[in-house]
């Protein structure tokens, strides 16, 4: 039976926040740290330490071959004091699913999660207690055996950080510009689109690239079979309100299953709208806007919580709203998700976990 180690940690209560929050460059005191080696038979104690550098092999085969899975989830200071994660089960069950996908050993999640609350009691004067502001926590995993050669790890590092994050959209919830690339494809059939594994994200990178130069903030994607429907952006899942609809993409092995999708969808499924999980045609989608069947367009995901798009440009073809003012029903669900996990509202989901 596996121990958390405590190694020369202290519950830190005078903590100094920067002036201004860049998202993922402040840390907190912690991480947890826990090592597999087969040899040794496999998962070992998860130890609570400083965050501090780590030493590696230059061999060690991350760096080579990128066995690496990530997960992103929060944890929220309540408006009554207490600290909650939203849904944090159905992040380790996810980063599981990615470990099988790039044969990394699955870790177990009852004792992962119990070592996780752990880290975030430790750290939880570094949880800032601002509106908009939370915790953003980042499990990663990857193979360290030190070896050149393309085979799967028998090492590997696990490691949850911390860290203190400010709102997504510091000057309010302001919908966004997206260009949909037909140049670049995410995710194959039977690929690992939808494993949370570092390529997926350096695979990215030069479609954002040209997308920024371009004045967008982030690329939607189309299948790469038959460049015709429409898959995810950048690191959000795509909703799009029709009249008497509710379309998402459904799952088909090439898009990430978000968590905040999940729950969106449950929401609105309990709001009594008719929501679908299909293959939306990106035709479908100008041709709704032209004959005034489209309502709304936007995002979810962990980091924005909800993303209202403001214009989704192909080729010469665009569609427009309002660029100040978000869409009326992602504007509903991003204030029934946040409240839920500020605890301002009844958790009548029970997504939450209480620390204190
Ligand atoms: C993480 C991620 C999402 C959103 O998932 P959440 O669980 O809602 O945060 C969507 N797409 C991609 C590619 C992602 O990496």
Redesign the pocket.
């Known amino acids: 039976m596996n121990k958390i180690i405590f190694d020369n940690v202290k519950h830190e209560k005078k903590v100094e926040f920067p002036e201004e929050l860049i998202f993922g460059k402040t840390f907190t005191t912690h991480v947890l740290e826990m090592d597999y080696d087969s040899e040794k038979g496999g998962w070992q104690d998860a130890v609570i330490k400083k965050h501090e550098n780590i030493s590696l092999s230059p061999a060690a085969l991350v760096f080579h071959y990128g066995q690496s899975i990530f997960e ?1 989830l929060k944890a929220y200071k309540q408006i009554d004091g207490k600290i909650s994660l939203f849904r944090p089960s159905k ?1 380790l069950e996810r980063l599981n699913r990615s470990a099988v996908k790039m044969c990394i050993p699955e870790i177990d999640i009852d004792f992962v999660m119990k070592a996780l609350l752990e880290l975030v009691s430790i750290d939880r004067d570094w949880i800032p207690s601002k509106p908009g502001h939370s915790l953003y926590i980042r499990p990663v995993v990857f193979a360290t055996d030190p070896m050149v050669g393309v085979k799967a790890g028998e090492k590997y590092k696990f490691l949850i950080l911390l860290s203190p994050v400010g709102p997504y959209y510091p000057g309010g919830f302001k919908p966004v510009p997206i260009m949909v690339t037909d140049k670049y494809v995410r995710a194959v059939r039977g690929g690992v689109g939808e494993c ?1 594994t570092a390529g ?1 994200y350096a695979a990215s990178l030069m479609a954002q690239r040209e997308a920024k130069k371009l004045g967008f903030s982030q690329v939607l994607y189309l299948d790469a079979l038959h460049q015709k429907y429409i898959e ?1 952006v ?4 795509m909703f799009v309100q029709f009249k008497d609809e509710i379309a998402t993409p459904r799952l088909s092995g090439t ?2 299953p ?4 999940m729950s969106v969808i449950e929401i609105l499924k309990n709001w009594g709208y008719n929501v679908n999980e299909r293959d939306i045609e990106l035709k479908e989608i100008f041709d709704g806007y032209n004959d005034g069947n489209l309502v709304e367009l936007f995002g ?4 924005a919580v909800i993303s209202s798009i403001s214009k989704l440009k192909y080729g010469e073809t665009e569609i427009n709203f309002s660029s100040e003012h978000a869409g009326e029903l992602g504007t509903k669900l991003y204030k029934a998700l946040t409240d839920i996990q500020y605890g301002k509202t009844e958790d009548k989901y029970g997504w939450n976990v209480i620390i204190k």
């Open positions: 992103g992040n949370k997926n995810e950048g690191t959000m899942n898009i990430l978000g968590i905040t999708r979810t995901g962990t980091a």
